[in-house]
């Protein structure tokens, strides 16, 4: 079974700061089969990045996704007041079928 | 654009069924996986199952044994069984998209609001 560990748990930045968040599976995610989603306070999770560093529609280009096999990471190249958030990767493809990561949270330094 | 709805009761009480429905408009549900995801309040994200639309199933190993999901085409919905609930499957309940070539290659790109299910007498 892949488990998803995310680092660091709370990132706290200045607006305009880059943000690099980490994800680091157990064992080698098949085919980079790796996703990133964004959740604010009271909202569903919006899908940002898919297959590592595919970026969804409507997604700004600030938000990019790199990595393979174990470790992949999130940038948020300029941090804008609206990315606040929690962020959590998900790996999909490998057993069990979907798992997530407990999420690193960006607040306002 | 999809959209997809959850609807169903907030509270049910320990050792009933949990049931929710998701709705899908905007799109047809006879393609993608119509899935569903759970987050207990203040935690992270579990994944709990999806269905194709011919009725195929995948679920979480942890929930296996007590999840029934369901789809219905000529409503354009899909649905959701727990049984034996206890205190510990409170959670905001979310019905999404999973989109993907296959059943082993799929993430979620359309969230409904999600709906607070809680378990309590």
């Known amino acids: 079974e892949i488990v998803l560990t995310q680092s660091p748990g709370t990132l706290s930045l200045s607006p305009g700061e880059r943000a690099t968040l980490s994800c680091r599976a157990s064992?080698?995610?098949?085919?980079?089969?790796l996703a990133w989603y964004q959740q604010k306070p009271g909202q569903a999770p919006r899908l940002l990045i898919y297959?590592?560093?595919s970026r969804a529609t409507g997604i700004p280009d600030r938000f990019s996704g790199s990595g393979s096999g174990t470790d992949f990471s999130l940038t948020i190249s300029r941090l804008e007041p609206e990315d606040f958030a929690v962020y959590y990767c998900q790996q999909y493809g490998s057993s069990p079928l979907v798992t997530f990561g407990p999420g690193t949270k960006v607040d306002i330094k | 654009q999809v959209q997809v709805q959850e609807s169903g009761p907030g509270l049910v009480k320990p050792s009933e069924t949990l049931s929710l429905t998701c709705t899908v408009s905007?799109?047809?549900?006879?393609?993608?996986?119509w899935t569903w995801i759970r987050q207990p309040p203040g935690k992270g994200l579990t994944w709990i199952g999806y269905i194709y639309y011919s009725g195929s199933t995948n679920y979480n190993p942890s929930l296996k044994s007590r999840v029934t999901i369901s789809v219905d085409t000529s409503k354009n919905q899909f649905s959701l069984k727990v049984s034996s609930v206890t205190a510990a499957d409170t959670a905001v309940y979310y019905c999404?998209?999973?989109?993907?070539?296959?059943?082993?290659?799929?993430?979620?790109?359309?969230w409904g609001q999600g709906t607070l299910v809680t378990v309590s007498s």
């Open positions: 064992q080698s995610v098949r085919s980079s089969y």
């Open positions: 905007g799109g047809s549900i006879s393609s993608n996986y």
């Open positions: 297959g590592a560093s």
């Open positions: 999404a998209r999973g989109y993907g070539s296959g059943w082993d290659e799929v993430y979620f790109d359309y």
